[in-house]
C-alpha cells in the first residue's frame, strides 16, 4: 500500500496524514509498527463535516474526542492498522516526540509544533500503526528556519511566549479580558500571526471551539 492510498482514505473521512516515520527502538511505538502516520483535521471542510456528525449533535460531552474515535477506529479497521489517540487516561502517547520524529512538524520560536502546511495550526486527533513499512516523503527543514521576522514571537498581547516557555497564567487571564475576545473568537494571535497558518484554510469558528475548551468554558 502506498502512503498516497492512506491520505486519500483519509482524506474521505475527514482527515489528513500530517506526517509519519518508521519507528525504532526508543519510539514507543506499537510492537509490530513498522511505520506510523499521524492524523488530523482535513481542511478545508473538517468543522462542517464535524458539526454534522450525531456526535456533536447529541450534546453530550467531548464530542470531538467522540468522533475521531470512532471515524479513526474504522479507518484503522479498513487499513488493517492499530487506531492511537492523544486523549484519554493515563499513560499519554508521545504524540509530540512522534510529530517532530516526521520530518514535516518542527518546534516552533514559542516552542509550539508547527507543520509545513497547518502552520501553528496543527493538532492531532489520532494515529496509524501500520504493520508494512511504507514509503514516505523526505524529512524537510523546519520552515521557521527561513522566516526571517518570526511574528509568533511577538504577537502575543501579554508576551506569554518567551521563546522558552508558555506563560499560561497570563493567557488565561487576558482571555477574561475584554480585549482577549478576539483571541477567543478567533483563534491564539501567535498562533494566527504564523505565515503558513496564515494560509491555511482552518475556520474561526473551530478555533473558537479550542479556545473555549482552553479557557474551560464548554
Do not use: N
Not at 502506498?2 to 491520505?7: F, G, H, K, N, W
Not at 493538532?123 to 518570526?150: N, T, Y
Request: charged residues 20%.
Amino acid at each position: 500500500m502506498r502512503v498516497t492510498q492512506i491520505e486519500a482514505e483519509a482524506e474521505g473521512s475527514g482527515l489528513a496524514v500530517l506526517g509519519g516515520f518508521h519507528p525504532e527502538p526508543g519510539d514507543d511505538a506499537p510492537d509490530g509498527c513498522r511505520t506510523l502516520l499521524l492524523l488530523g483535521p482535513g481542511e478545508p471542510g473538517f468543522w462542517t463535516r464535524f458539526t454534522a456528525s450525531p456526535e456533536w449533535q447529541d450534546g453530550q460531552s467531548d464530542p470531538m474526542d467522540r468522533w475521531s474515535r470512532r471515524v479513526i477506529d474504522d479507518l484503522a479497521s479498513r487499513l488493517d492498522a492499530t487506531a492511537l489517540y492523544p486523549f484519554g487516561p493515563p499513560p499519554y502517547l508521545p504524540f509530540f516526540r512522534w510529530a517532530k520524529r516526521t520530518g514535516r512538524i518542527h518546534a516552533s520560536p514559542i516552542r509550539l509544533l508547527v507543520h509545513d502546511t497547518a502552520g501553528l495550526f496543527v493538532s492531532f486527533r489520532g494515529a496509524l500503526a501500520l504493520v508494512d513499512r511504507i514509503d514516505l516523503p523526505e524529512a524537510q527543514v523546519s520552515p521557521c528556519v527561513s522566516c526571517a521576522s518570526r511574528p509568533c514571537l511577538t504577537a502575543c498581547p501579554v508576551a506569554a511566549f518567551d521563546g522558552k516557555s508558555y506563560d499560561v497564567p497570563a493567557c488565561k487571564a487576558y482571555l477574561d479580558t475584554g480585549a482577549g475576545e478576539e483571541c477567543m473568537t478567533t483563534g491564539c494571535r501567535a498562533r494566527r500571526a504564523c505565515p503558513i497558518s496564515a494560509t491555511y484554510l482552518r475556520l474561526p469558528r473551530q478555533s473558537a471551539y479550542h479556545m473555549a475548551i482552553f479557557k474551560g468554558r464548554t
